[in-house]
């Protein structure tokens, strides 16, 4: 199975500030990394697929990038809206595995 | 597209779990349909997905114990976890492929606790 390694576990933020969560792979996944957002009680949210490609109706302030099997998803400009968890996702081999998320917490 | 769970929220331990997920608002043709579930407070855990033709493909981890079934006429699909005990429990969620295998689409979660 290809492990997903999700650091930091949590992070305490300001709004405004620019945010960084990383997620490395054990083995090439030929950029199939997907980042989620969930909220709690709620389903996950898909902000980007393919690595680097923004989900429809996500706001621009959220990107990802791959370097190797190293794969960031940076929040910009932090919003009030977006203290949730984010989990990272790679598709290119069964069992398709999931990291084990970044809790993002208000400062 | 919208897509619900439903099924008991109550399983006894050694029994079968069984939930359906309705799709509605679009077809299920040429699409991977899937199961993730969530323990209370933990990650998300990818349990197989079903191609609309009724190919699937399980997690190594649970294979033994789980089904996934399509029936496109009622425009739904099921899963079937077999043997349950607590570790079992958690939120379940039916969701749709999207581009580069993600899930674009999700049902809201049924929570199914395993208790006697």
């Known amino acids: 199975d290809i492990q997903m390694t999700q650091s930091p576990s949590s992070l305490s933020a300001s709004v405004g500030d620019r945010v960084t969560i990383t997620c490395r792979a054990s083995?090439?996944?030929?950029?199939?990394l997907n980042w989620y957002q969930q909220k709690p009680g709620k389903a996950p949210k898909l902000l980007i697929y393919?690595?680097?490609s923004l989900q429809g109706g996500v706001p621009s302030r959220f990107s990802g990038s791959e370097s190797g099997t190293d794969f960031t998803l940076t929040i910009s400009s932090l919003q009030p809206e977006d203290f949730a968890t984010y989990y990272c996702?790679?598709?290119?081999?069964?069992?398709?595995?999931f990291g084990q998320g970044t809790k993002v917490e208000i400062k | 597209v919208q897509l619900q769970e439903s099924g008991p929220g109550l399983v006894k331990p050694s029994e079968t779990l069984s939930l359906t997920c309705t799709v509605s608002?679009?077809?299920?043709?040429?699409?991977?349909w899937t199961w993730v579930r969530q323990p209370p407070g933990k990650a998300l855990e990818w349990i197989g997905y079903i191609y609309y033709s009724g190919s699937a493909t399980y997690s190594p981890s649970l294979k033994s114990r789980v089904t996934i079934s399509v029936d496109t006429s009622k425009n739904q699909f099921s899963l079937k976890v077999s043997s349950v005990t607590a570790a079992d429990t958690a939120v379940y969620y039916c969701?749709?492929?999207?581009?580069?295998?993600?899930?674009?689409?999700w049902g809201q979660g049924a929570l199914v606790t395993v208790s006697s």
């Open positions: 083995q090439s996944i030929n950029s199939y």
């Open positions: 393919g690595a680097s």
């Open positions: 608002g679009g077809s299920m043709r040429n699409y991977h």
């Open positions: 969701a749709r492929h999207c581009d580069s295998g993600s899930y674009c689409y």
């Open positions: 996702q790679q598709s290119d081999s069964t069992p398709w595995t």
